[in-house]
């Protein structure tokens, strides 16, 4: 099967009335106030494109997104930005949108990959006959990554009702798009000054939950109780059953073992879980997080004691799985593409040697493409998701009481 067809759009805004500016000073049928964002089509120019969105982990939060798109520019000089004579120009600058998407054999709708904004073009000259610019991107998180806020108020709330208060407050003013969860943990009144991401990745702490950028440019905010799957969506495997693969790893080691869980919010104590039984195997090994925003000491303690159970064992799991999409029919390249963070999704491998198969139910934690004209690759980082969810009812997977956790 034929890989995806790529499409690479970036939004120049020429048009834009500004004061004092010698191009775009002038109100006329090119200079309109407000302008206006058109995605212009460069695939024809593209050599390749490489995405990382996620985190490495789920202990970590969500990392801003990136994506690197290289383009050839020898014919015309036409992505430089100090061509004046080029077709883009003045539109060529930081923080104009980006939008990197694909279509898959016999679809009309394309399928997103990244969505965001430049943060740097980069010309090359690797000899006198060639010139090559490199794109640097970040998703929306560089925008609020970019936000310093003084004295920011907001009252007592469920953790999804502060983010949207804090996205919506007059120093803040996000204008893109959003999926807000209510939430399920009350966070305090807060009167905050400094970095508007990281007071925001503080209430994702603070819930347990995920605060990510989608594909499409779309800012979520997903609760405890959301941010887990409870089925897999899609499912891979190595013995032709299902969706395949070119590779997937399995640590077993000590970077997810905490038997002391040490939490504190502001303005309560530390609320700490131990487990003696993890210390006598594995040593003493310390989590801890400060400044949560929670608005009880018994909420952070609840968090704690769930944040143990998680974490004080060495379980088997897988961490990544890489694959090349073109070699799956275009119905799986679709279930493929369409996976977003938090997703589920099973993994089977049969171990040569061993006989019998593993098969780990996962969260997808983190998706990373690298494409060219000879390739498209995706590597997903995932978590083991019966070591991450919560214990529910009539739920053949996550159902049991001896292995999953209770909710708090």
Same mark, same amino acid.
């Given at each position: $099967? ?14 834009? +009335? ?43 939060? #969500? ?25 883009? +120009? ?29 943060? =740097? ?12 610019? *490199?794109?640097?991107?970040? =998703? ?80 979520? +905010? ?35 073992? #905490? ?11 530390? *609320? ?43 379980? /088997?799991? +897988?961490?990544? $799985? ?18 977003? $963070? ?9 171990? /040569? ?22 390739? #498209? ?12 969810? #919560? ?8 159902? *049991?009481? =001896?292995? =999953?956790?209770?909710?708090?």
């Amino acid at each position: $099967m034929a890989a995806p067809t790529l499409r690479v759009r970036f939004g120049f805004v020429p048009n834009v +009335f500004t004061l004092d500016d010698a191009i775009r000073g002038t109100l006329s049928t090119s200079n309109v106030l407000g302008g206006s964002i058109t995605l212009t089509d460069v695939t024809s120019f593209v050599q390749s494109v490489s995405i990382n969105r996620g985190r490495s982990r789920d202990l970590n939060s #969500f990392s801003s997104g990136s994506c690197v798109i290289n383009l050839e520019n020898s014919a015309d000089g036409r992505f430089n930005p100090a061509n004046a004579s080029g077709p883009y +120009f003045p539109g060529i600058e930081p923080l104009i949108e980006v939008v990197v998407d694909c279509l898959v054999a016999g679809e009309s709708t394309y399928t997103n990959l990244f969505t965001g904004f430049v943060t =740097d073009w980069l010309t090359q000259y690797p000899n006198k006959t060639t010139s090559k610019v *490199q794109v640097s991107c970040s =998703d929306a998180f560089v925008k609020l990554a970019n936000i310093e806020v003084s004295s920011l108020s907001a009252s007592s709330s469920p953790s999804g009702t502060m983010i949207s208060s804090i996205l919506s407050n007059a120093q803040v003013q996000f204008s893109g798009t959003s999926s807000i969860d209510t939430g399920i943990s009350t966070m305090q009144s807060i009167n905050k000054s400094g970095n508007v991401l990281a007071l925001l990745q503080e209430i994702e702490k603070s819930e347990n939950g995920a605060f990510f950028v989608g594909a499409d440019g779309t800012l979520n +905010f997903r609760d405890r109780h959301s941010s887990f799957a409870t089925t897999s969506t899609v499912i891979f495997s190595d013995d032709g059953s299902n969706i395949p693969y070119l590779e997937v790893n399995q640590p077993v080691d000590d970077d997810l073992i #905490f038997n002391v869980i040490n939490l504190k919010r502001d303005g309560g104590s530390v *609320q700490s879980a131990i487990d003696l039984a993890s210390q006598s195997k594995y040593l003493k090994r310390v989590f801890e997080r400060s400044n949560l925003l929670n608005s009880t000491d018994s909420d952070v303690l609840a968090a704690a004691e769930y944040l143990l159970a998680k974490y004080k064992d060495a379980l /088997p799991r +897988f961490s990544s $799985m890489v694959l090349n999409i073109d070699t799956l029919s275009a119905a799986n390249q679709l279930s493929v593409l369409g996976l977003e $963070m938090n997703d589920g999704i099973k993994i089977e491998i049969t171990p /040569p040697g061993e006989g019998s198969q593993i098969a780990r139910e996962s969260v997808v934690d983190g998706v990373s493409f690298a494409i060219s004209p000879d390739d #498209f690759v995706i590597r997903f980082n995932v978590s083991d998701a019966q070591n991450v969810a #919560f214990f529910r009812l009539d739920s053949a997977v996550y159902g *049991q009481l =001896d292995d =999953d956790r209770l909710s708090y």
